[in-house]
C-alpha cells in the first residue's frame, strides 16, 4: 500500500483499486503491481539501497535510447517509464503495465520447443539490436578482451577471500586463459536475463524488462541462466534458434562461455556479500559453492574451455619407492614348466630380488662340464725342461706292466690326455703349422705324444733322455717309444 500511494504521487490521476506483489530481486528491488480504475495496469519498482537506484536510474536512460525504430524492429515489447518520483538519495520507478505472465524456469520449460524457439529468436533480436543506441545513451561497451579482463579482475577479488574451493577457482583460471574461448564479437546484451524478465503468453514471448544492465559486451552473458535448466534439450533448441536468426554472427562457444558465467556468477554473489557485512548471504553463497564443487568432482560439470584442462597427477607421497615384486610370485607361460619349489624359495633366501629393468636379459642354460685338474704352473723358457713320462697303459704293446705301474702320474700327463685335441689350435698359435697338422693326425690313429709337447706346444726333448739309437721316430723327430700309447681307460 505504500508502493502505491508512491505510484500515485509518481503518476498524476492515478487511482489505484487494487495491489498485488510481483517477483523481483528481493535484495535489491521492491515491486508491485497495481490496477487503476481503468483497469489499467503499472509495475512500481522501489530501490532497496543506492546501488540499486543506480541500476533503475540506468534502465531510464536504456529505454530512452530504444528509437520508435528500434522498438518496431523488435519481436517483443519494451515497457516505458511514466514516472517517477525521488525519496532522499533513491528514486521509485512506474512503468506502464506490457502484456504477458512471468513464469519459473521449470514452467518455462514445461512450454516445450515451441517457446525454445520463440525465446531464441527475441535472444538472436536483441543482439542484433545497433550499438548505436548504446553510445547515444552513454552506456557501458566492452570489447571481448576486456571482457576476459575484468573476469580475471573479478576471479582475483573472489580468490582473495578464501571460501572459493581450490578446484573451482583452477577450473575457472584455465577457461579465462583459453584465448580460443575468448574470440567472439561483442554484440548489444541484455546483461540481466532471465527467466523473471521475460512476460510470456500461449508460449510466445511478449515483453522483456528489467534493463538494468544493457551495455555492448559478451553475448554469452544472456544465456547463462539457461546453464541451470535441467532439461539440456530446451537450452539446446534455444541455441538453435538464434543460430538461425544470427548465421555466421554467431559465436559457437556461446553456452561454453555461459557456463562459465553462470558458475561464476556464485563467487560474485560471494564478493558482494562479503562487501554488503550479510552474514546469511555469505553463508549461503559458500554452501551454494561446496555444492557447485562436489557435482563437478563427481560428474565433471558442463565443459567451459575449448582446450580440456590437464588432469591432476594422482596424489603420491614424495618418498614413496616403488614397491618391490615378490619374489614368490610365479608367472605361468604357456608352454614352459615353473620352476621347483625349492629352487624358488633358495632364490628368495640368497638375497634380494634383481631390479626391475626394461632391457632383455639373457640367462644363460647351465652346462654340465667334467671337473678338470688344475694345470701346472708355467715354467720359464730359460731353463732347460726335462719332459715328463707319462704312465704305460696296460696294453698289449706293453712288456713292463709292473714298470709302467710303478711310475708317478704328473699333472702335466693329466691335462696332455685332456687337451690333445686342442695341441693343434696351439701349434698354430706359435707357427708350427705343420706339426700341428702331424700331430693331429697321428692323435687320431693313436699315436702317443709326449706330455710337455701338450704343455708347451713344442716338440723339443731333451737329449740325455732320447734315445739316439732308436729307429721308432715320428716325423718332429720325437722318440716314439719312449712314451708309451694311452688308451681311453687310462684317459
Partial sequence: ??????????????????????????????????????????????????????RLETELAALRAFSAGIRASLPFQLPTVAGTVRQGPLRTFVYNHVPGKQYSLEDLVSLGSRCARDLGSVMAAIHSMPASAIDRADLPSY??????????NELDAAATTGMIPSRLLRRWEHALEDVALWRFNATVIHGDLHEDQLLVLDAKVVAVTGWTDLQVGDPADDFAW???????????ATFESYIAVRGDRADPHIMRRAALAAEFALAQWLVKAIAGGDADRIAEAKLMLEELDSDIAEYGGQPISVVEPPRAARAEAADEQPKPVPVAEKVTVSGIEPADEDE???????????PETSALKIVPSPVSVAPI???????PAASPLKPVDAPKSK?????????????????????????????????ETTGDKEAAKTKGADTAN????????ALSGEGNVDSAEQNQDSPAKDS????????????????
Avoid: C, Y
Avoid at 345 to 350: G, L
Avoid at 446 to 451: E, K, R, V
Fill in 1 to 54: 500500500m505504500e508502493l502505491a500511494a508512491i505510484a500515485t504521487a509518481a503518476v498524476p490521476g492515478l487511482a489505484p483499486t487494487g495491489v498485488a506483489s510481483l517477483p523481483d530481486d528481493g535484495n535489491d528491488f521492491d515491486s508491485v503491481l497495481i490496477v487503476d480504475a481503468a483497469k489499467n495496469r503499472w509495475r512500481v519498482r522501489s530501490p532497496r539501497h543506492e546501488e540499486a537506484s543506480v
Fill in 143 to 152: 570489447t571481448a578482451e576486456q571482457v576476459r579482463q575484468r573476469r580475471l
Fill in 226 to 236: 539457461l546453464a541451470a535448466v535441467h532439461e539440456q534439450s530446451f537450452a539446446e
Fill in 344 to 354: 624358488t624359495d633358495a632364490a628368495a633366501q640368497s638375497g634380494p630380488a634383481e
Fill in 373 to 379: 685338474p688344475a694345470a701346472a704352473p708355467p715354467v
Fill in 395 to 427: 696294453s698289449k704293446s706293453t712288456t713292463d706292466s709292473d714298470s709302467t705301474d710303478d711310475q708317478p702320474k704328473s699333472a702335466g700327463s693329466l691335462d696332455a690326455t685332456v687337451t690333445e685335441d686342442a695341441d693343434a689350435d696351439a701349434k
Fill in 446 to 453: 693313436g699315436a702317443p705324444a709326449t706330455a710337455f709337447s
Fill in 476 to 491: 718332429a723327430g720325437t722318440d716314439t717309444t719312449a712314451i708309451p700309447v694311452q688308451s681311453a681307460d687310462t684317459k
